[in-house]
């Protein structure tokens, strides 16, 4: 849900925060600039630290982001609108860096012959989490309502993140460790 570029939160934009064509536009412009941020900054960050601890930090990186949004979403008062629209921004770098580790783990990990159906699962997967958002939207469909799916997005986030840092980090250095 907090994506600059998300039908739900440019609904919840236009309709809650009445904001403007001209500032939606922008904003939405501006995550696909910290998109390709990300991509800058990755391999930088990646130079320094494992593929793993270099994915661990920038989801966290962006759990952290999304907290934030969280916390100035609540607060009533343009600057905090502005703060909510910068995190969620920031986030972005956080979420893009670490897809691009997630990539380079698959394609580590994954012998080459089950790399399209893993993909495949995994690109199914994405598809199902998106069309459960949408349904969501439908259950949480007013303005009053849109605090709601922030919620369960940050906490989403929050929680892979956690696991992520945790569990799945140590198993796969480990992994990783064994395998070179």
Not at 83 to 104: D, M, N, Q
Not at 106 to 113: A, V
Not at 169 to 178: I, M
Request: net charge positive.
């Amino acid at each position: 849900v907090l994506s600059p570029h998300g039908v739900l939160l440019t609904a919840f934009l236009k309709g809650g925060w009445q904001l403007s064509e001209p500032v939606i536009g922008t904003f939405r412009g501006l995550g696909a600039v910290l998109g390709l941020v990300a991509t800058s900054i990755y391999p930088i960050y990646r130079k320094k630290h494992s593929v793993v601890e270099t994915s661990k930090r920038l989801l966290l990186f962006q759990a952290a982001m999304v907290t934030a949004a969280l916390y100035f979403f609540f607060q009533k008062s343009n600057m905090s609108q502005l703060i909510f629209l910068g995190a969620v921004l920031a986030s972005r770098i956080g979420l893009y860096g670490f897809s691009l580790g997630e990539i380079e783990l698959r394609q580590r990990l994954i012998p080459e012959s089950l790399r399209g159906e893993v993909n495949g699962v995994a690109s199914a997967l994405n598809s199902l989490a998106t069309l459960f958002i949408f349904c969501m939207g439908l259950i949480f469909s007013t303005p009053d309502s849109f605090k709601y799916l922030v919620i369960i997005s940050v906490l989403a986030v929050v929680l892979a993140s956690v696991l992520f840092a945790t569990l799945v980090s140590d198993r796969l250095k480990n992994h990783l460790a064994k395998n070179n």
